[in-house]
């Protein structure tokens, strides 16, 4: 990158998102204005999103491929700037406070679906409507739809892409950057209006079919009713089911069977152990229902819940925390599991647990065979070791991320059934727990300074905590000077070689 120009690739990439942010809201605007609501909450947000992100546009420059530090440095920024600009619908549509807000905007656009509100009747329709869309956006990623929308991204903004990419893998759709974007953002727009149109003739009206769309195919779960899917019935249920489970498949897969491969399904080795986990989990809750509901209500309870919590949606068909224990223990270990890689849905992801598996049958058969060669495979993919150190630092700082927000939350008062789920919900973008922050409770419950500590579990879950935590690294704030001294000290040896 020119000399002139480092440094400046973040701010155009900030700077976008915020002007997008800002078209958006001015849509809304007028979107509240003709169903009758105040159009004031997302003017002023849009003034203050366009009033910030054109002079920092202005500032950035596309120009080359930027460098891995300015790349994450552009993701963490967007993820951050965009939900706290998104504090003010909230708090000036439905009067919450600052940090309930912030919670709510950050749920939102990191596609979790925990909630802090308390009165959902004092919330306006369009700001239910712009609640959903921030999940929408979320669930693909900001960059994904910056780069399919922005060609200037697309020169300059694979790094960023992969910074944002969810999960272990480096499939791609197609061989260009901007053509891979315009393909999920395809995939995503036409699953979202499939799903729209399903609810509708399943029975819901068109505005909450909209808006539950948005939410499902980002498998992300805010609902504009209070007590989620128990106001529907079994249509609908069996509905949010069928697009939860594709909205957790590998989008790149997803295209391929859309586009003639549909055997690729069935060969890819994620898919079939996410489809045994539902069956084998359904199951079990099915078991444990068995007198709690009767006849095909077990069935479609126990699925949709399964489903819900597997995918990280976080719908409620019921109120499951007033299920036996052996059901929300269930429920509790598949807060653990996620989605696929590549996909909406949150989680540490099935192919993490694949690859972990693979390596421990490897270990064990190194333990009779010490100096065997011994691949780590997959299916038929063989997974470099650098994936297997990458995940074992993903797990290590998401475990302690996750048994140090349940302990704190604790230590302010929180009992442990809540604190502890409450930590594995945000920080696996699930959405609700179990105890006051079950499906039927808001986060409001919690502390403030819990829930400050949620928001970054929000934060750091959807951008698979890494990322994150490269933050709080003392090298990472020495390496530029480093860099730029190396150079130097090399030029110094050779003359000093040379004389």
């Known amino acids: 990158m020119p000399r002139g120009n480092r440094g400046r690739f973040a701010p155009f990439v900030i700077g976008t998102g915020l002007l997008a942010l800002t078209a958006a809201l001015l849509a809304f605007a007028l ?20 009033t910030l992100g054109l002079p920092t546009r202005l500032y950035g420059r596309s120009g080359q491929e930027p460098s891995r530090r300015e790349a994450l440095i552009g993701v963490l920024l ?69 780069v399919a929308v922005f060609p200037q991204l697309a020169i300059a903004g694979r790094q960023i892409f992969n910074a944002e990419l969810p999960g272990p893998t480096e499939e791609r759709i197609t061989p260009r950057l901007r053509t891979t974007a315009l393909a999920v953002l395809s995939l995503y727009v036409g699953l979202s209006a499939a799903c729209a149109f399903a609810y509708v003739l399943a029975g819901m009206d068109p505005y909450a079919a909209v808006a539950h769309a948005f939410t499902t195919v980002a498998a992300a779960g805010f609902s504009p009713e209070a007590r989620s899917f128990e106001a529907y019935g079994a249509a609908v249920d069996w509905v949010a089911i069928t697009f939860m489970s594709l909205a957790a498949v590998n ?154 927000s349940a302990t704190l939350l604790v230590y302010l008062g929180t009992d442990f059934l809540t604190a502890f789920s409450a930590a594995a919900a945000t920080v696996g973008n699930v959405g609700p727990g179990l105890g006051a922050v079950g499906p039927m409770g808001s986060y409001d419950a919690l502390p403030a300074a819990g ?49």
Do not use: C
Request: proline content about 5%.
């Open 451 to 499: 829930r400050a500590v949620l928001i970054f579990n929000m934060f750091a879950g959807r951008l698979e905590v890494v990322s994150v935590f490269v933050l709080f690294t003392f090298r990472w704030w020495r390496l530029p000077r480093r860099l730029e001294r190396g150079p130097r000290r090399e030029a110094r040896a050779s003359r000093r070689q040379r004389s």
């Open 31 to 50: 979107y509240a204005a003709i169903i009758g609501d105040p159009p004031g909450p997302f003017l002023v947000t849009g003034l203050l999103a366009g």
């Open 251 to 404: 989008f790149a897969l997803l295209f391929r069977a859309f586009m003639g491969r549909p055997r690729d399904l069935a060969r890819d080795p994620e898919l079939r152990a996410y489809v045994v986990i539902v069956l084998i989990a359904g199951s079990l809750l099915s078991f444990h229902l068995i007198g709690t509901y009767e006849g095909a209500e077990v069935l479609r309870h126990s699925f949709f819940q399964t489903i819900s919590i597997l995918t990280t949606t976080g719908y409620a068909s019921a109120d499951f925390d007033a299920w036996p224990d052996a059901a929300r223990a269930t429920l509790l270990l598949l807060m653990f599991v996620g989605g696929s890689a590549g996909s909406a849905a949150g989680g540490i992801k099935v192919m993490r647990w694949l690859i972990l598996g693979a390596h421990t049958v490897r270990e064990v058969r190194r333990a009779l065979h010490p100096r065997a060669i011994l691949p780590l495979n997959v299916g038929l993919r063989t997974i470099p070791e650098e994936v297997l150190r990458a995940i074992g630092a993903f797990l290590m700082l998401y475990g302690a991320l996750l048994v140090g």
């Open 78 to 146: 967007l993820w951050s700037l965009i939900p706290a600009v998104g504090i003010v619908p909230y708090v000036l549509g439905a009067g919450m406070t600052p940090l309930n807000a912030f919670f709510e905007s950050m749920s939102g656009f990191t596609a979790t679906g925990a909630t802090a509100i308390g009165d959902f009747d004092a919330v306006p329709a369009a700001l239910f409507m712009w609640r959903a869309f921030t999940q929408w956006i979320g669930g693909i990623g900001i960059v994904v739809v910056f």
